[in-house]
């Protein structure tokens, strides 16, 4: 069983920037997916960033699209979340994940966003943007 654990959190002035990071024990498989989900106080989880590790495939939710990349560094198997021109809409609980497979949806085979498809969970770290 692969364990995850996110460091990186903490607070940040609005508009600044800020990198969270996964850090995996346990073997991750080329055929994994992993990505980083959000969620806020009474919401449900949503995904927000995805990535395929075979071929670095990524998907972004359109919240954070164009200000947010996801990355990740095979030789130390860490998934990082780079967070630019954060908002105060930004304040809330990460987590980073991992899927066992892609799904097949629409002719095209990605990273499943439902967070019910992904069997490995790290604990979840608060960000705070400072309006």
């Known amino acids: 069983e692969v364990q995850l654990v996110e460091s990186g959190g903490g607070s940040v002035q609005a508009g600044g920037s800020l990198t969270l990071s996964c850090s995996a024990s346990?073997?991750?498989?080329?055929?994994?997916?992993l990505g980083w989900f959000r969620q806020a106080p009474g919401k449900e989880r949503e995904a927000i960033a995805l990535?395929?590790?075979?071929?670095?495939?990524?998907w972004y939710a359109d919240s954070v699209k164009g200000r947010f990349t996801v990355s990740r560094n095979n030789a130390t198997n860490t998934l990082f979340l780079q967070m630019n021109s954060v908002k105060p809409e930004d304040s809330v609980t990460y987590y980073c994940a991992k899927a066992p497979w892609r799904v097949y949806s629409r002719g095209l085979w990605s990273c499943p966003p439902e967070d019910n498809q992904y069997n490995s969970w790290g604990q979840g770290i608060q960000v705070t943007v400072d309006s």
């Open positions: 990535i395929y590790v075979d071929d670095s495939t990524t």
């Open positions: 346990g073997h991750i498989y080329r055929t994994d997916c």
